[in-house]
């Protein structure tokens, strides 16, 4: 038995000395992966197979909840060298003393990875993805990961549980806050953004982290949008639209994977050889680790996919699973799984040799403490830049849904009344997953904003109105809202879902205001002064109502810490509004899916038309929905004209650039989000009647005009084809343009030849199911 190292620095020392000259320790910041391989090698010939396993598992502490409790005693696993990394425990002094216990007390003394779900800010918040993705602004949305990481990494944090990158076009779906949005490939482009922001090109640097592409994959695709449910789509499907950005991250460098808890198609993503083995690892060649979601290995077993523990853990081993996520079933199975010979060695080393790569990468055999520096720690906490971040990210998340002149207010307001439950709720502002970030006090609430804003020149009124969201019907305080509402000049409606009604295990059946608010909204509107709803939400809401009857709507999502300053900014035209949607608001839930990108069908439905009968519609609601993909509102205008293609036929390797003027007619400078969409007329598989393929955001002063250009080749105009090889097919398209998926204008071409981009991915069942035992 070799002896056990007294303490971390001669633990580390003697790991080190071991096996590399100092200078290829050093070297390890700088790339050298010869030197990390000779590292990970010689480290993982001492280890025993059961410090191996014990690589595998990642345990959380009692810091932070975000599933379902199963042990205690962390401390004592890491202490017998059961725990290979850490999540729910963050700060520096805390991270350290869990650093300590791995390092003095097991024998080889590997460090603990520690990860988050830092997913829209650490300390400072900054609004729910679903948010910045309206900004359109992949700078900003870079910045906002980055500024996440600095705090996260001078916490003792190495690793991030984001970007979650699932499409999801069903806002019953509470998940659907987390994501992009339901477009595949404006999710690319954030999912990209974010894994720069997190990872920057330096993994060993200070102030960046591990990022995690989840949950891999297709869980945005759950039926009826409830949480954890099923998901059976095609092949297809999930190659257009699921897993782009997946793939996306990837390209970008993504560290790491997290599996979904849904099945797919029959089996679940947590033992999906398929997902793990023949995409991720054979063609996409992905060399990073994968994690399990939060005990879904475990899961496999009600799923009916493993009959116990054990076989649920060599599923996962198997179809290429590297780390478990508090289930602890590799580190209880796994020896006995290898002894049988039903997992490989080699399965394991493969597992332990990509987790000990991470570890190396960010420097953590180096120095085991770097990122748990109290000093940092308190100097990148809430920094002064950090906040201006969030509050420049919260104003450009914001959408104008509806204005009908009545924004931005007036500074001849002398009275303002702000009223409803979320009016004044800080812990609401900073929305789900929402870290370590504080829920109390430094969040400012909308009302906060506003009457910072106004100071002494406005009389503020306030009253909640009715005290809760959920639903259980309170009045109580309907009077007293009414009555300041009567005083004022102004109504603010600050109202829509609690943050907990939104993120994970929140999914619901109904997308109405919830609870009494619209009874209150409908109570204040008969007033008849002034009206404004600012939406708090974390999905799309069937708000049919309000948008005829109330004059402006401000979509807020949950903001962050500085929401409540970015909403004054823009109510009061301080900040002129930008924001687009990233997904398509239904008039009612039972439109669900909704989305832009659809298919046209054999029997597409004109209101227009004369044929009424026999059409693809709905007897009760339009087909369209309330608000488009891509729509909102500026204070200014913009008119678009002169779209014009520089010709009208292009070859497989010729670039089509198209150009429109864009002007801003209106009173005020402002930012517009120009759309790109195509439309392949005829395939050999039916094509969506748009996608999104590109987008600029351009700043008009007012009068101002400019001309804007894109560039298409036939990269852009690829698809999987019937075969599902990935390319463009000769033909007819057309190409849209405009401030929203609803609002464009179009001209054709050609492309002359077919171009083939890449041989069709691996299929389902194309090759073995599992590669079992070996
Ligand atoms: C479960 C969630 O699905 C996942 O997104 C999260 O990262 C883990 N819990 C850890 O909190």
């Given at each position: 038995m070799p002896t056990r190292l007294p303490n971390a620095a001669t633990c580390l020392a003697g790991l080190l000395l071991a096996v590399a000259p100092a200078g290829a320790v050093?070297?390890?910041?700088?790339?050298?992966?010869?030197?990390?391989?000779?590292?990970?090698?010689?480290?993982?010939?001492?280890?025993?197979?059961?410090?191996?396993?014990?690589?595998?598992?990642?345990?959380?502490?009692?810091?932070?909840?975000?599933?379902?409790?199963?042990?205690?005693?962390?401390?004592?696993?890491?202490?017998?060298?059961?725990?290979?990394?850490?999540?729910?425990?963050?700060?520096?002094?805390?991270?350290?003393?869990?650093?300590?216990?791995?390092?003095?007390?097991?024998?080889?003394?590997?460090?603990l990875l520690f990860g988050y779900d830092v997913i829209h800010g650490f300390r400072t918040i900054f609004p729910i993805p679903l948010g910045e993705a309206a900004s359109w602004d992949l700078e900003a949305i870079e910045r906002s990961a980055r500024v996440a990481a600095t705090e996260a990494a001078a916490a003792g944090l190495h690793w991030t549980f984001a970007p979650m990158v699932d499409v999801a076009r069903d806002p019953r779906w509470g998940r659907i806050a987390?994501?992009?949005?339901?477009?595949?490939?404006?999710?690319?482009?954030?999912?990209?953004?974010?894994?720069?922001?997190?990872?920057?090109?330096?993994?060993?640097?200070?102030?960046?982290?591990?990022?995690?592409?989840?949950?891999?994959?297709?869980?945005?695709?759950?039926?009826?949008?409830?949480?954890?449910?099923?998901?059976?789509?095609?092949?297809?499907?999930?190659?257009?639209?699921?897993?782009?950005?997946?793939?996306?991250?990837?390209?970008?460098?993504?560290?790491?994977?997290?599996?979904?808890?849904?099945?797919?198609?029959?089996?679940?993503?947590?033992?999906?050889?398929?997902?793990?083995?023949?995409?991720?690892?054979?063609?996409?060649?992905?060399e990073g680790f994968v994690v399990s979601d939060y005990t879904a290995i475990n899961e496999l077993v009600p799923h009916g996919l493993a009959r116990d523990e054990a076989q649920a853990a060599e599923l996962a081993a198997n179809a290429g699973v590297h780390m478990d996520m508090q289930g602890e079933t590799f580190v209880k199975h796994l020896p006995e799984l290898v002894q049988q010979g039903r997992v490989g060695q080699a399965t394991v080393d493969d597992a332990v040799r990509r987790i000990l790569e991470m570890k190396y990468r960010i420097g953590l055999f180096e120095d085991p403490y770097r990122y748990s520096d109290e000093a940092r720690e308190d100097a990148a906490t809430y920094a002064p830049a950090h906040l201006a971040a969030a509050r420049d990210m919260a104003r450009r998340s914001l959408v104008l849904l509806k204005n009908d002149g009545v924004l931005p207010l007036s500074d001849e307001a002398t009275s303002i009344a702000v009223i409803g439950p979320l009016a004044d709720s800080e812990a609401d502002m900073v929305g789900s997953w929402s870290a370590a970030g504080e829920k109390r006090d430094r969040p400012l609430s909308v009302l906060e904003g506003i009457r910072e804003r106004v100071g002494d020149d406005a009389a503020v009124h306030h009253a909640r109105g009715t005290s809760d969201v959920i639903g259980d019907d309170d009045r109580a305080g309907f009077s007293a809202a009414i009555a300041a509402a009567a005083r004022a000049d102004v109504i603010v409606a600050v109202m829509g879902e609690s943050a907990g009604m939104t993120g994970e295990a929140a999914s619901r059946a109904s997308l109405e205001l919830p609870g009494a608010q619209p009874e209150l909204l409908m109570a204040l509107q008969r007033l008849g002064k002034p009206l404004v709803l600012v939406l708090m939400s974390g999905r799309p809401l069937a708000i049919d109502w309000a948008d005829e009857n109330v004059n402006a709507i401000l979509e807020a999502w949950?903001?962050?810490?500085?929401?409540?300053?970015?909403?004054?900014?823009?109510?009061?035209?301080?900040?002129?509004?930008?924001?687009?949607?990233?997904?398509?608001?239904?008039?009612e839930v039972g439109q669900v899916p909704i989305y832009y990108n659809a298919k046209n069908t054999g029997r597409p439905y004109d209101p227009a038309g004369t044929e009424q009968k026999y059409r693809s519609r709905y007897l009760d609601v339009p087909n369209t929905p309330l608000y488009p993909f891509?729509?909102?509102?500026?204070?200014?205008?913009?008119?678009?004209?002169?779209?014009?293609?520089?010709?009208?036929?292009?070859?497989?390797?010729?670039?089509?650039?198209?150009?429109?003027?864009?002007?801003?007619?209106?009173?005020?400078?402002?930012?517009?989000?120009?759309?790109?969409?195509?439309?392949?007329?005829?395939?050999?598989?039916?094509?969506?009647?748009?996608?999104?393929?590109?987008?600029?955001?351009?700043?008009?002063?007012?009068?101002?005009?400019?001309?804007?250009?894109?560039?298409?080749?036939?990269?852009?105009?690829?698809?999987?084809?019937?075969?599902?090889?990935?390319?463009?097919?000769?033909?007819?398209?057309?190409?849209?343009?405009?401030?929203?998926?609803?609002?464009?204008?179009?001209?054709?071409?050609?492309?002359?030849?077919?171009?083939?981009?890449?041989?069709?991915?691996?299929?389902?069942?194309?090759?073995?199911?599992?590669?079992?035992?070996?």
């Amino acid at each position: 038995m070799p002896t056990r190292l007294p303490n971390a620095a001669t633990c580390l020392a003697g790991l080190l000395l071991a096996v590399a000259p100092a200078g290829a320790v050093l070297a390890q910041a700088a790339g050298d992966d010869a030197a990390m391989e000779r590292f990970v090698s010689d480290l993982m010939a001492r280890m025993t197979l059961s410090e191996k396993i014990g690589q595998l598992n990642l345990l959380t502490s009692s810091m932070d909840v975000t599933g379902p409790t199963l042990r205690a005693g962390y401390r004592e696993a890491i202490a017998a060298g059961d725990v290979g990394a850490m999540f729910n425990a963050y700060g520096a002094k805390y991270t350290r003393s869990l650093q300590e216990l791995a390092l003095e007390e097991t024998r080889l003394g590997v460090p603990l990875l520690f990860g988050y779900d830092v997913i829209h800010g650490f300390r400072t918040i900054f609004p729910i993805p679903l948010g910045e993705a309206a900004s359109w602004d992949l700078e900003a949305i870079e910045r906002s990961a980055r500024v996440a990481a600095t705090e996260a990494a001078a916490a003792g944090l190495h690793w991030t549980f984001a970007p979650m990158v699932d499409v999801a076009r069903d806002p019953r779906w509470g998940r659907i806050a987390e994501g992009a949005g339901e477009d595949p490939w404006l999710g690319s482009q954030i999912a990209a953004a974010r894994v720069r922001g997190f990872q920057g090109d330096d993994l060993a640097a200070l102030d960046t982290v591990l990022a995690c592409a989840k949950h891999y994959a297709a869980y945005g695709a759950a039926q009826a949008g409830r949480d954890y449910h099923a998901v059976d789509i095609s092949p297809r499907t999930l190659w257009e639209v699921y897993l782009p950005p997946f793939h996306a991250a990837l390209a970008a460098g993504v560290a790491t994977f997290m599996t979904a808890f849904n099945e797919l198609n029959g089996v679940p993503a947590t033992a999906n050889p398929y997902l793990l083995r023949d995409v991720l690892q054979d063609y996409w060649g992905f060399e990073g680790f994968v994690v399990s979601d939060y005990t879904a290995i475990n899961e496999l077993v009600p799923h009916g996919l493993a009959r116990d523990e054990a076989q649920a853990a060599e599923l996962a081993a198997n179809a290429g699973v590297h780390m478990d996520m508090q289930g602890e079933t590799f580190v209880k199975h796994l020896p006995e799984l290898v002894q049988q010979g039903r997992v490989g060695q080699a399965t394991v080393d493969d597992a332990v040799r990509r987790i000990l790569e991470m570890k190396y990468r960010i420097g953590l055999f180096e120095d085991p403490y770097r990122y748990s520096d109290e000093a940092r720690e308190d100097a990148a906490t809430y920094a002064p830049a950090h906040l201006a971040a969030a509050r420049d990210m919260a104003r450009r998340s914001l959408v104008l849904l509806k204005n009908d002149g009545v924004l931005p207010l007036s500074d001849e307001a002398t009275s303002i009344a702000v009223i409803g439950p979320l009016a004044d709720s800080e812990a609401d502002m900073v929305g789900s997953w929402s870290a370590a970030g504080e829920k109390r006090d430094r969040p400012l609430s909308v009302l906060e904003g506003i009457r910072e804003r106004v100071g002494d020149d406005a009389a503020v009124h306030h009253a909640r109105g009715t005290s809760d969201v959920i639903g259980d019907d309170d009045r109580a305080g309907f009077s007293a809202a009414i009555a300041a509402a009567a005083r004022a000049d102004v109504i603010v409606a600050v109202m829509g879902e609690s943050a907990g009604m939104t993120g994970e295990a929140a999914s619901r059946a109904s997308l109405e205001l919830p609870g009494a608010q619209p009874e209150l909204l409908m109570a204040l509107q008969r007033l008849g002064k002034p009206l404004v709803l600012v939406l708090m939400s974390g999905r799309p809401l069937a708000i049919d109502w309000a948008d005829e009857n109330v004059n402006a709507i401000l979509e807020a999502w949950y903001p962050g810490t500085e929401g409540g300053h970015a909403v004054a900014d823009v109510l009061f035209g301080d900040y002129n509004p930008s924001g687009k949607l990233p997904v398509t608001f239904p008039r009612e839930v039972g439109q669900v899916p909704i989305y832009y990108n659809a298919k046209n069908t054999g029997r597409p439905y004109d209101p227009a038309g004369t044929e009424q009968k026999y059409r693809s519609r709905y007897l009760d609601v339009p087909n369209t929905p309330l608000y488009p993909f891509g729509y909102g509102l500026s204070y200014t205008h913009f008119a678009y004209s002169d779209l014009t293609l520089d010709r009208d036929e292009i070859e497989g390797d010729e670039t089509l650039t198209v150009s429109v003027r864009v002007e801003n007619t209106g009173d005020y400078d402002g930012t517009e989000i120009v759309q790109l969409y195509l439309r392949d007329e005829v395939g050999s598989v039916t094509r969506p009647v748009q996608e999104l393929r590109g987008f600029r955001r351009i700043e008009l002063a007012k009068g101002a005009g400019e001309t804007v250009e894109f560039e298409l080749d036939a990269a852009d105009l690829a698809f999987y084809r019937r075969d599902m090889s990935y390319g463009a097919e000769a033909g007819e398209f057309t190409v849209l343009v405009g401030g929203s998926s609803a609002d464009l204008r179009g001209a054709r071409f050609r492309l002359t030849e077919d171009v083939t981009l890449r041989p069709p991915p691996p299929l389902p069942f194309a090759r073995s199911a599992s590669p079992g035992g070996g």
